[in-house]
């Protein structure tokens, strides 16, 4: 059974940083890549990045583009996103997820979840 935990969420003022990792318990074996979603109180989950186990392939989300950073360290299976010049509207709670075949922007794409962490951003 794969889990995924992630951590590193918290509040912090708008401009500020903050540093999300997802620990896999296994290299989510066959998976092809990971990403992370989030879910603001109201709203849908949505998309914010992906990125391959080999680290080749990246997407990002246009809301946080150029702010935010997605990276993977395979020898700690875990993946990371940076979250830099965090504004108010980033506020939800955060979801690593493993895509087994590809490397998805949707929810269905997804095969396993974390149980979310959540992010405060406050103006």
């Known amino acids: 059974q794969v889990q995924l935990v992630e951590s590193g969420g918290g509040s912090v003022q708008a401009g500020g940083s903050l540093r999300l990792s997802c620990a896999a318990s296994?290299?989510?074996?066959?998976?092809?890549?990971m990403g992370w979603f989030r879910q603001a109180p109201g709203n849908e989950r949505e998309f914010v990045a992906a990125i391959s186990w080999s680290g080749g392939s990246t997407y990002y989300a246009d809301s946080v583009k150029g702010r935010f950073t997605i990276s993977i360290d395979n020898a700690k299976n875990t993946v990371y996103l940076q979250m830099n010049s965090l504004k108010p509207e980033d506020t939800a709670v955060y979801y690593c997820?493993?895509?087994?075949?590809?490397?998805?922007?949707?929810?269905?794409?997804?095969?396993?979840w974390g149980q979310g962490t959540q992010v405060t951003v406050s103006s």
């Open positions: 296994e290299r989510t074996f066959s998976s092809y890549g």
């Open positions: 997820a493993a895509d087994l075949y590809g490397l998805g922007q949707k929810q269905y794409e997804y095969d396993y």
